[in-house]
């Protein structure tokens, strides 16, 4: 009895001894890893940091990362905003749906209290074909009623009414009420507005970040390397600069442009988008991606991603790879879509996917395809929805050559070289009226706002598919730390906004990307915050 006691006590100080053993060599290890730095920057103590955060990225994460670091530590941190483009907003100004905010108790419209977070998420899941990360969309979800007091209290906004958007059961889409500003651009204002008056946040334009400063064995990022474009006396000056930071949140959105570089990701994994025209920036190259991965970060999701149906197409510059989005309201007010054999060949108010598909499958590619595919369809208002769309907006559109304006579908078509098909185009218009009158066509469409006739005045937009969100990127926590191949956090690295991979399965919810920007701007900076703090 006696020994077995011993025995006993032997074991288990023996397992103790291992485990503080254990303990030390982590902690030593983790010492010694801050103590590695790149071997440019050896020469520097390791304490000689120029900021305490540097941003990647100055679109709406990397500007909602910047508040809210500003906000936690009452503006008692120093920080860098590096942006390739020459302004801020990246692609979050030009979003056109709103963001989405759950709201349930905290508001009194019957519809918007029977909302609550099951619903919400349900709503989201479904969209995304039940795939995704759904640690993360619980977090969008549940964080996204704190943006109540973000949006209304601190950024004072006031210009925003809500809406029920597609796929969702309740209203809790935030869509701005002006029509001369978009959500994204609004919320991007008020915040860079805020930022600008902050002394210890600087925000560097034309400065393209090009790599990561972190230790030999890519587990502490301790800076960022960029390059300066400095335009004097129209002479460009490129700089290479190196600057130490404690943190480094990445905010550089997706890679839906990603069509320039020899190692795409487009190319890599969505290659059947890899030669689609695009409304995204051109910035939208996934290089904070490629850059994570460079450093061990692990990428998810990166074959997921989403094609807006109607871009439009400028005949004076036909095959540019940038586009601009002709934008759903066309369809959702009673706007027609033909091929060029004079065909419907869809319920123009489905959905974007379904409309999308449908262009696809309906409609030709009108050059080389490993140029660019280009598949065009005619989409065609009349004059009582040129109205109802805005007046001043159409003709801005006829204007800058987007929109054609005809006086009958026979004149449309002879300028469209398509007259051979004018009788498809007649039984088109036939049909489209008649299903007017029943309330009910072959497509399923039981919805139309107006009847078209074969002489009046028309307007046609010759449209195309282009590439929207990409739905990959790199692996984190749901507390926005990024995540290496090996499953262990990458130190003082984190990230937010479009550049986080597999939050919305294999479809964003109509406004959760913008709030996905946010919430994960948020979060990210909280990490980043308690992480300084952790010295
Ligand atoms: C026309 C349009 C409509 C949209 N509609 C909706 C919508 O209805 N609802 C919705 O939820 N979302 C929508 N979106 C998507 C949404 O606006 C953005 O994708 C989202 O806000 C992403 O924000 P972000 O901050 O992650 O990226 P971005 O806003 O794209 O910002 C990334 C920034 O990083 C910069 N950057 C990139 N690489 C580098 C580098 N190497 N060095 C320095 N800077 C770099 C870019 O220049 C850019 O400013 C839409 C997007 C567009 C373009």
Redesign the pocket.
């Known amino acids: 009895m006696q020994i077995n006691i011993f025995l006993f006590l032997g074991i288990l100080i023996l397992i103790i001894s291992i485990i503080i053993g254990l303990k030390n060599i982590y902690h030593n290890k983790r010492a010694e890893n801050k103590n590695i730095i790149n071997h440019e920057e050896e020469n520097k103590k390791d304490n000689n940091y120029d900021y305490d955060l540097i941003i990647?990225?100055?679109?709406?994460?990397?500007l909602t990362a910047a508040y809210e670091a500003n906000k936690l530590t009452n503006n008692n941190i120093k920080i860098l905003i590096?942006?390739?483009?020459s302004t801020?907003?990246?692609?979050?100004i030009?979003?056109?749906?709103?963001?989405n905010i759950l709201l349930n108790e905290k508001r009194n419209d019957e519809s918007i209290i029977k909302d609550n977070f099951s619903i919400y998420y349900n709503d989201s899941f479904e969209f995304g074909q039940y795939l995704g990360e759904t640690d993360l969309l619980t977090k969008l979800v549940n964080k996204s009623q704190e943006l109540v007091d973000l949006i209304f209290n601190d950024l004072n906004c006031k210009d925003l009414k809500i809406v029920k958007s597609e796929g969702s059961r309740y209203p809790r889409t935030f869509i701005s009420n002006t029509s001369n500003t978009t959500t994204?651009k609004y919320l991007s204002d008020k915040l860079y507005n805020k930022l600008k008056k902050i002394n210890s946040t600087k925000i560097l334009f034309n400065?393209?970040?090009t790599d990561l400063l972190i230790n030999s064995d890519h587990t502490i990022v301790q800076g960022v390397k960029?390059t300066l474009n400095n335009s004097i006396n129209n002479i460009s000056e490129i700089k290479n600069i190196s600057v130490k930071s404690k943190s480094v949140i990445l905010?550089?959105?997706?890679y839906g442009s990603d069509f320039y570089s020899n190692e795409s990701i487009l190319n890599e994994s969505l290659v059947q988008l890899y030669y689609f025209p695009t409304?995204?920036?051109k910035?939208?190259?996934g290089?904070?991606i490629k850059i994570a991965r460079n450093k061990g970060a692990e990428l998810i999701y990166q074959r997921y991603g989403e094609i807006y149906p109607t871009c439009f197409v400028n005949l004076n510059d036909r095959f540019n790879r940038h586009k601009i989005?002709a934008s759903d309201k066309f369809r959702e007010l009673g706007g027609i879509i033909i091929n060029k054999r004079g065909k419907r060949f869809c319920d123009e108010m489905g959905t974007r996917r379904y409309v999308g598909q449908n262009i696809l499958k309906n409609c030709d590619i009108v050059t080389d395809p490993k140029i660019i595919k280009q598949y065009e369809a005619f989409m065609i208002i009349n004059s009582a929805i040129k109205k109802e769309y805005g007046e001043d907006e159409i003709n801005k559109y006829i204007n800058d050559g987007f929109l054609i304006k005809y006086n009958s579908f026979e004149e449309f078509a002879k300028d469209m070289n398509i007259s051979e098909y004018f009788d498809n185009i007649k039984k088109s218009i036939n049909n489209y009226n008649e299903g007017s009158e029943k309330k009910y066509d072959q497509f399923g469409k039981r919805n139309f706002p107006y009847k078209f006739k074969l002489k009046g005045k028309i307007y046609v937009a010759i449209v195309t598919p282009c590439t929207f969100?990409t739905l990959g990127g790199v692996r984190v926590t749901d507390e926005g730390e990024i995540i290496n191949t090996k499953g262990r956090i990458i130190d003082g690295l984190f990230a937010?906004?479009?550049?986080i991979g597999g939050i919305h399965g294999t479809m964003?919810l109509?406004?959760?990307?913008?709030?996905q920007?946010v919430v994960f701007g948020r979060i990210a900076a909280e990490s980043a915050v308690d992480y300084i703090k952790e010295g």
């Not at 590096?82 to 483009?85: G, H, I, N, Q």
């Not at 801020?88 to 979050?92: D, H, V």
């Open positions: 990647v990225g100055a679109g709406l994460s990397g590096l942006e390739a483009s801020y907003g990246g692609n979050s030009n979003e056109i749906d709103g963001i994204g400065s393209h970040f960029y905010c550089t959105g997706g409304f995204l920036t910035f939208t190259r290089e904070g989005i969100h937010a906004g479009q550049i964003a109509q406004g959760n990307i913008l709030t920007s």
